[in-house]
């Protein structure tokens, strides 16, 4: 067994990544309980307790995102203990491999030696205490002294122009340090850092904790910021929030996230993206214009979204209408809509859309595309609101005039239909081949057609 990790929450109580080996090593009376999506679940015993166990199936067990993700649902990275806990006994955060930061917000509980309760947590970096705790006699805290050199009142700020900021603007003590209890004191941002170029790192922002929200633009137009993490206590991430920090390579959703509005990752570079279970609100341009994204997975206990059939795109559960998606998304055959702005600012070659789709949103293509490619002879409705929207600007600078491919014997049909009539100089037929109108089928076609002249029909049929 690789790591496993416990806590009083019996729902959640550890997790194996490397999969079910090992398993028998360290608990009895296992047994198998029903689960679905990326996680088997175990229930088992160990110290004459019961704990719920999951792992990874074995097809995700090599992928890092999904392990980042088993990880993230029981692992605690900082713990806060409130000055009402006066006492901590010798196991209770025995095998926390990945805690970093403990945070005591009164005086130093009681405990046999300060240093068992910690001594199997790796990556125990910060223990932040009150800073009549830190005294040379350390009073009444002899079981403490072995972990000191981790003890702290202040915050060590990476980068001098996130920590210049913080101080003008939170350092209620005037001192030239921000302690713990001042930034958890702030709860919100005010844009304080909008639209700053210099900023780089602001991994300490996870210790601000009163946070609720990234309020609209807090970080906009911050293009040297490199790395971020969020508190745990975000529930809400406002318009425009991160918009164009374009060297923004990684970003970790907190599991309390519930809702990511318009424009809010517009413009960044990471190359994946974590949907937690709590996040029900996801607005069409949430994660859009960011040309690095290539893998997008939601937590299959999210009750409102989903990213079925490893899409990489992020689809409304309940009306299958793909609502946002990377530039390497695929549109599952369940999906039947997408929506307003499903592919907005992206530049794939080409797209197609497969037979089932019955409505497209006026921007789902407003991106640099070359070729769309229909399946269905039935035109789907396209919302172009009257005419005033293409599936691009065509003529606008910077922007080419997509070609639009249909069915063989639907051309008059889409050159006739709402929505698709100002397209008709631009739409063309393809051939399909008899009862077999599958992707593969087209991309087969497709690739035919762009290669020569006239359309191979001779070629296709005796194939």
């Given at each position: 067994?690789n ?17 079910y080996?090992g ?12 689960s ?35 990880r ?13 806990v ?9 095998d ?6 403990v ?31 830190k ?25 001098p ?49 009163r ?11 911050c ?56 996040t029900?609100?996801?607005a ?105 929207l293409?599936i ?44 077999n109108?599958?992707?593969s ?5 497709k690739?035919?057609a ?14």
């Amino acid at each position: 067994m690789n790591q496993t990790s416990y806590t009083d929450d019996s729902n959640t109580s550890g997790y194996l990544t490397e999969g079910y080996e090992g398993l028998s090593t360290t608990f009895t009376d296992i047994e198998r309980q029903p689960s679905r999506g990326y996680c088997e679940l175990y229930r088992a015993k160990r110290y004459g307790r019961w704990f719920l166990l999951k792992c990874l199936t074995p097809e995700h067990q090599d992928d890092e995102t999904y392990r980042q993700m088993l990880r993230k649902e029981v692992e605690v990275l900082m713990l806060s203990v409130p000055s009402s806990v006066v006492g901590i006994g010798d196991h209770c955060m025995d095998d926390c491999p990945r805690l970093q930061t403990v945070i005591f917000e009164s005086m130093l509980p009681a405990t046999n030696d300060g240093v068992v309760p910690l001594q199997n947590c790796s990556q125990l970096s910060n223990i932040f205490v009150p800073k009549y705790e830190k005294n040379d006699d350390f009073p009444n805290r002899v079981a403490w002294k072995t972990l000191r050199p981790l003890m702290k009142s202040e915050i060590a700020f990476a980068d001098p122009e996130v920590k210049a900021i913080c101080l003008r603007r939170w350092d209620r003590n005037h001192n030239g340090e921000l302690s713990i209890d001042e930034a958890q004191a702030v709860t919100s941002l005010d844009a304080e850092f909008c639209r700053n170029p210099i900023i780089e790192y602001f991994d300490e922002l996870r210790f601000f904790t009163r946070l609720e929200e990234i309020g609209i633009s807090d970080f906009e137009f911050c293009l040297s910021l490199r790395s971020i993490q969020l508190p745990q206590s975000i529930r809400h991430i406002g318009a425009w929030a991160f918009h164009d920090c374009k060297g923004l390579q990684h970003i970790e959703l907190p599991e309390r996230l519930e809702r990511i509005d318009h424009d809010a990752l517009v413009g960044c570079v990471f190359s994946s993206i974590y949907i937690p279970a709590a996040t029900t609100s996801i607005a069409t341009t949430a994660i859009t214009s960011n040309q690095k994204l290539t893998k997008v997975v939601v937590s299959p206990e999210n009750p409102v979204y989903d990213s079925r059939e490893n899409c990489n795109a992020i689809i409304h559960t309940a009306t299958n209408c793909m609502v946002s998606a990377s530039h390497v998304a695929r549109i599952p055959r369940s999906v039947t809509s997408l929506s307003d702005e499903a592919f907005n600012w992206f530049d794939p070659e080409e797209v197609v859309i497969p037979d089932q789709i019955t409505y497209i949103g006026p921007w789902t293509f407003a991106t640099l595309i070359d070729r769309v490619y229909l399946e269905s002879p039935i035109p789907p409705y396209f919302d172009s609101r009257n005419g005033q929207l293409n599936i691009i600007n065509p003529g606008s600078e910077g922007f080419s005039d997509p070609e639009i491919y249909v069915p063989i014997g639907s051309l008059e049909a889409y050159q006739q239909a709402d929505g698709w009539r100002q397209f008709a100089h631009r739409i063309r037929e393809y051939p399909v081949a008899p009862h077999n109108n599958s992707c593969s089928t087209l991309a087969a076609l497709k690739r035919h057609a762009l290669k020569k002249s006239a359309w191979p029909w001779e070629k296709i049929y005796k194939d």
